[in-house]
């Protein structure tokens, strides 16, 4: 099975920052990598998909990158309804996998 | 709009069955498939497994093998997510969200959640 880690567990910004949350795979994976938010209390929703294709409707201050096992998602300028966790989820095999989630907070 | 609703909260008691439903909308049912994610009080996302659409073929994740199945009702639009024998550590949210497919059927992303159904088990 195909594990997956995020760095760091949570992090605390201000608004305006540019955020990096990085996402790490067991093995390569090439670009067969979501990126998800949950803001508290809500449902997970779709952010990038294919390591770097924005989802409809999704803010352009968001992007992913990376392939192989290395990822990145950026949110370049940190606005406040951003505090969520967010997640990676791979798709490279069955079973599908997550990565243990990203906590951001606006200090 | 694409929409995904599931079942209202269980309570359970441990080795009962719960059985979760989650109607979709908006969309041709048979043309993606459903799968289902836990997620427990405070923790992250465990995929569970998923069901297509067009075909009912299911993968589940190894840990629930044997313990949970999953169905369609092509004519309602609605998939079922049944696990037996629970435990206090199944208590969860359990989501449904749809899944976009390859054109080879091959499970890529989950694009619209449902709400999640709360499930308490407890004697």
């Known amino acids: 099975d195909i594990q997956m880690t995020q760095s760091p567990s949570s992090l605390s910004a201000s608004v305006g920052d540019r955020v990096t949350i990085t996402c790490q795979a067991s093995q390569d994976i090439s670009d067969y990598l979501n990126w998800y938010q949950q803001k508290p209390g809500q449902a997970p929703k779709l952010l990038i998909y294919?390591?770097?294709n924005l989802e409809t409707g999704v803010p352009s201050r968001f992007s992913g990158s990376g392939s192989g096992t290395d990822f990145t998602l950026t949110i370049s300028s940190l606005q406040p309804e951003d505090v969520a966790t967010y997640y990676c989820q791979q798709y490279d095999n069955l079973p599908l996998s997550f990565g243990g989630g990203t906590k951001v907070e606006i200090k | 709009q694409v929409q995904v609703v599931q079942s209202g909260a269980e309570v359970k008691k441990p080795g009962a069955s719960v059985k979760v439903s989650c109607k979709a909308s908006?969309?041709?049912?048979?043309?993606?498939?459903i799968s289902w994610v836990r997620q427990a009080p405070g923790q992250g996302l465990e995929w569970m497994g998923w069901?297509?659409?067009?075909?009912?073929?299911?993968n589940y994740a190894q840990k629930f093998q044997g313990r949970v199945t999953m169905t369609t009702d092509t004519s309602r639009s609605t998939a079922y997510m049944e696990m037996r024998s629970l435990r206090s550590d199944d208590t969860a949210v359990y989501y449904c969200?749809?899944?976009?497919?390859?054109?080879?059927?091959?499970?890529?992303?989950?694009?619209?959640w449902g709400q999640g159904t709360l499930v308490i088990v407890s004697s």
């Open positions: 969200a749809r899944v976009r497919l390859t054109i080879y059927g091959v499970v890529t992303n989950f694009d619209s």
């Open positions: 294919d390591a770097s």
């Open positions: 908006g969309y041709t049912f048979t043309t993606y498939g």
């Open positions: 069901i297509s659409g067009y075909n009912d073929n299911t």
